[in-house]
């Protein structure tokens, strides 16, 4: 089984800056994409921005040059800096890896960690 341990929300004022941080744990032997996706309440999750074992990175039009996404394979973390900061961007936060354990394909959830912009 796969645990992702999720950390770095919190409130901001609009135009502040947070890092969020995912770990992956558990007996992996590879993992594949790693990403980010945020709900707000009422609306459906979707995709914030994505990195593969190879480093391509894919994000939202809504985040382009305010988000970065990065990854350390050798701790199976994925990151998500995230400058100038909207109220917009309010929402639960999580995010999903995509790999293999020895034995089968996994795609696991972190918990969410929430984010909150103030105007």
């Known amino acids: 089984q796969v645990q992702l341990v999720e950390s770095g929300g919190g409130l901001v004022q609009a135009g502040g800056s947070l890092r969020l941080s995912c770990a992956a744990s558990?007996?992996?032997?590879?993992?594949?994409?790693m990403g980010w996706y945020r709900q707000a309440p009422g609306e459906q999750r979707e995709l914030v921005a994505s990195?593969?074992?190879?480093?391509?990175?894919n994000y939202a039009d809504f985040v382009k040059g305010r988000f970065t996404i990065s990854r350390d394979n050798a701790k199976n973390t994925v990151y998500l800096q995230m400058n100038s900061l909207k109220p917009d961007d309010t929402a639960v936060y999580y995010c999903?890896?995509?790999?293999?354990?020895?034995?089968?394909?996994?795609?696991?959830w972190g918990q969410g960690t929430q984010v909150t912009v103030s105007s």
């Open positions: 990195i593969t074992s190879g480093g391509n990175t």
């Open positions: 558990g007996i992996i032997f590879s993992i594949n994409t």
């Open positions: 999903n890896v995509e790999g293999h354990t020895y034995v089968r394909g996994f795609s696991s």
